[in-house]
């Protein structure tokens, strides 16, 4: 392959762009080297370990549009080993990129292991994050972006500025304590603070926000729109988003144009993603609070507070923080889901409608009532379960033992639905049936809010009331214009309803965002295969690393990183393009 210039730091983008409105006629590659390392930060002014991606915490924005192929080199330079999820992006036929212990072996200490996946038929928000360990706790996020193709137009004025926010409760206890307690039955408590884009709150006020911590400060010019991206990146904490005199106009949640909708706050649940217009419409007598502030627990110390800075500002940012919602209402926060619609006549990837894929009219094939229960002992240790499954990780991931024919790692037998008898440890399984239409439950019986996502798929989503959902449910459901998306809340003693087209072939997580509830098992797998071979699925890739019953086939990564010159101290910001090649339309991966 040919190599432009490795550490290229010119406008890659304006390269990118000349290349693609160029003569050629396939979808470009665009190649990342990243390195996992520890670094120190102190968000909350406590000095801490967190995980940074080439030095960055948060890690750097992958930018792309629909239907690139994305190369990326990761490097794992923690003592532990990693695996980086791409949220909400579907890897089309290719669970082998997901990131996740049912398709993957994680990256040993030391290694490197090379993602490759084409951004296909999507557009929005997405963030990737790692899916291991525990590590989300410490960071090792960032936003992802996938663009329009330039013959789709957005669904609004294009914006004069795109702008990231990751927001996370977060815990000056490291990823290791923290994933120790959950271990051992300890609720995680109260988050010490909230970050906005891996920085602590803006002191509003003395007394509750000490001296020295940096904050995040938005920079905008009067009268202009930009694009705030939101992403609830946080291990367990819902979190209510505002800025202060300021609208946010809703226009696109994980992959789906909304229709558009003005709020002054949303509910961001754990590993939801949000974009909003925002117009600079203020007379900027002074800044404005950016606030992402705990829903549903007293936590007052806790709000992040990020500063929205107009360059005619008088001022700064004072007096207290915009109102956030009732505390405990999540009558509130339901309803608020609930004004979330699809946009039936905007194009997303795709130049047709999104509306013309009437899901409301397609029957539905396999129904699963999921029913979760907060953590208890099984055999004696703290376990989550789904149906009464806690999720056990067998050591050869699923996919690789499917590839492989290897018998007795997992099982196809997830139950439909609760099940009366004990809770157990198991690797059970949904069978999915391929180009079925899966109506899925949600039921949360535990005390506090949920999400769940799934791997591979936008599902949409359809219906969510309190109390325990009947057949009855269904005449409420929303078949027209529920928006597509890959993350919903379930309220706690309420139940979501959602539906996919199954048209996906792999192995595909699903599971709870709130990374407690993950932790300890609540999550189960969907394999969904098309009983004819199928030339479009992604074969098995050339670097895949084996683990498990597998492992005598991984060949030892004995000459640690061949990065030229990559020693992790020169590693900083090292996230750029080195490569660009156009190959044929359809030659992803060999
Ligand atoms: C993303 O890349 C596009 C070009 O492909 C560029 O116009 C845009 O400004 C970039 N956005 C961000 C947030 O970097
Ligand atoms: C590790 O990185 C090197 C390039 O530096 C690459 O050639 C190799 O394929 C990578 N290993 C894996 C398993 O992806
Ligand atoms: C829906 O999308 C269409 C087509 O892009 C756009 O013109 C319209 O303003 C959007 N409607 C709403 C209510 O958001
Ligand atoms: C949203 O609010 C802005 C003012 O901030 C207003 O100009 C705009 O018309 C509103 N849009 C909708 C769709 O309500
Ligand atoms: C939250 O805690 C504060 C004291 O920190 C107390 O004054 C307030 O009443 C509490 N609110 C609720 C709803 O429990
Ligand atoms: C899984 O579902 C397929 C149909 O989609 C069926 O042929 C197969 O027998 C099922 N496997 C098990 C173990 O139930
Ligand atoms: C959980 O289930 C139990 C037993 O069915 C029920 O009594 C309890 O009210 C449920 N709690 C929630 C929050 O749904």
Redesign the pocket.
């Known amino acids: 392959m040919p190599s432009i210039a490795p550490y290229c730091s010119c406008n890659i983008y304006l390269l990118l762009a000349c290349l693609i409105t160029g003569s050629f006629a396939g979808d470009p590659y665009v190649f990342f080297d990243w390195t996992v390392s520890y670094r120190t930060a102190s968000p909350l002014g406590v000095k801490q370990q967190v995980i940074g991606i080439d030095g960055q915490f948060p890690g750097p924005i992958l930018n792309v549009t629909t239907n690139w192929n994305v190369v990326v080199n990761v490097k794992n330079d923690l003592d532990e080993p990693f695996l980086i999820t791409w949220n909400g992006v579907q890897h089309r036929k290719n669970s082998w990129q997901d990131g996740v212990l049912g398709t993957n072996c994680p990256i040993p200490a030391g290694w490197n292991w090379t993602y490759q996946f084409q951004v296909k038929d999507q557009i929005g928000s997405f963030f990737y994050f790692p899916s291991l360990n525990f590590h989300r706790a410490a960071g090792g996020y960032g936003g992802i972006i996938i663009n329009n193709r330039d013959v789709i137009p957005l669904p609004f004025t294009v914006p004069d500025g795109d702008v990231a926010l990751l927001i996370s409760d977060w815990y000056t206890k490291s990823h290791k304590e923290l994933r120790k307690d959950v271990e051992n039955g300890k609720d995680l408590g109260v988050p010490d603070g909230v970050l906005i884009n891996g920085f602590g709150p803006y002191r509003y006020d003395e007394a509750l926000v000490r001296g020295g911590i940096t904050y995040q400060i938005i920079n905008v010019e009067p009268g202009k729109t930009y694009r705030f991206r939101v992403h609830n990146v946080g291990i367990s904490t819902s979190l209510n988003f505002r800025i202060q005199n300021h609208n946010l106009l809703l226009v696109e949640t994980e992959g789906s144009y909304t229709v558009q909708q003005n709020y002054t706050n949303m509910d961001i649940h754990v590993g939801q993603s949000y974009s909003f217009l925002v117009t600079m419409d203020q007379t900027a007598s002074n800044d404005y609070y950016i606030v992402a502030s705990p829903r549903y627990v ?1 936590s ?1 110390k806790a709000s992040g507070v990020a500063i929205l800075h107009y360059s005619n500002s008088q001022g700064p940012a004072s007096g207290p923080l915009p109102d956030p919602p009732n ?2 209402d999540t009558y509130f926060s339901m309803n608020q889901a609930r004004s979330i619609r699809w946009n039936v006549s905007a194009g997303a990837a795709r130049p047709n409608p999104q509306g013309s894929f009437k899901y409301g009219e397609i029957t539905v094939t396999d129904v699963y009532v999921i029913a979760n229960r907060p953590a208890e002992l099984i055999d004696g240790k703290w376990r989550t379960t789904l149906n009464g499954i806690s999720y056990l990780p067998p050591s050869t991931p699923i996919k690789l033992a499917q590839q492989y024919n290897i018998p007795g790692v997992y099982k196809l037998d997830f139950p439909k639905a609760l099940m009366n008898r004990p809770p157990k440890v198991d690797t059970s399984l949904i069978n999915g049936t391929f180009k079925g239409f899966m109506e899925i439950i949600f039921q949360n019986n535990d005390t506090t809010v949920q999400s769940y996502h799934m791997d591979g798929y936008a599902f949409f989503v359809v219906g969510m009331d309190f109390g325990v959902w009947t057949e009855n449910s269904r005449g409420t459901y929303n078949k027209w214009d529920g928006v597509a998306r890959s993350t919903t809340q379930v309220f706690p003693g309420a139940w979501t309803a959602i539906l996919a087209s199954l048209d996906n072939t792999g192995i595909w997580n699903l599971r709870a965002q709130n990374l407690d509830s993950w932790y300890l098992g609540q999550e189960v797998y969907l394999s969904i295969m098309n009983p004819e071979i199928d030339k479009s699925e992604v074969l098995l890739p050339d670097n895949t690393i084996y683990c498990g019953v597998l492992s005598s086939l991984q060949k030892d990564q004995a000459r640690r990183f061949s990065f030229s010159g990559a020693s992790s101290v020169a590693s900083l910001s090292r996230t750029f393009l080195v490569m660009l090649v156009i190959t044929l339309h359809g030659a992803l991966l060999r």
């Open positions: 007293n007052s505390e405990y």
